[in-house]
């Protein structure tokens, strides 16, 4: 059963920029307001890596490599969870996968969704 969808993947021009979204369409809210939320990425040939986390309190944490150009976000009341990119550059190129930990319950992956930045 599918937990995580993530949406909003694609190709674009280096200083472009791209909204990622990720929906819980089998959460109910209280799930979902006390679950942390994150996007993680893997680069062609590379590990998977953390992007960005946000808290059910809406504490947010970057990686060095996206601070001040990625935004998380989350909507408890949609169920759904954000990452806008901006200033995108060719090594953000890869699969962007949608995390959610909650806490004692499990934590679930989403599909993934490719995001291509060209040069």
């Known amino acids: 059963q599918v937990q995580l969808v993530e949406s909003g993947g694609g190709l674009v021009q280096a200083g472009g920029s791209l909204r990622l979204s990720c929906k819980a369409p089998?959460?109910?809210?209280?799930?979902?307001?006390?679950?942390?939320m994150a996007w993680y990425r893997q680069p062609p040939g590379k590990e998977r890596e953390l992007v960005a986390s946000?808290?059910?309190?809406?504490?947010?944490t970057y990686s060095n490599s996206v601070k001040g150009r990625f935004t998380i976000s989350r909507d408890n009341s949609r169920k759904m969870a954000y990452l806008q990119m901006n200033s995108l550059k060719p090594e953000d190129t890869a699969v962007y996968y949608c995390?959610?930990?909650?806490?004692?319950?499990?934590?679930?992956w989403g599909q993934g969704t490719q995001v291509t930045v060209s040069s």
């Open positions: 946000i808290t059910s309190d809406q504490t947010t």
């Open positions: 995390h959610q930990d909650r806490r004692n319950a499990g934590a679930f």
């Open positions: 089998r959460n109910i809210f209280s799930v979902f307001s006390a679950s942390d």
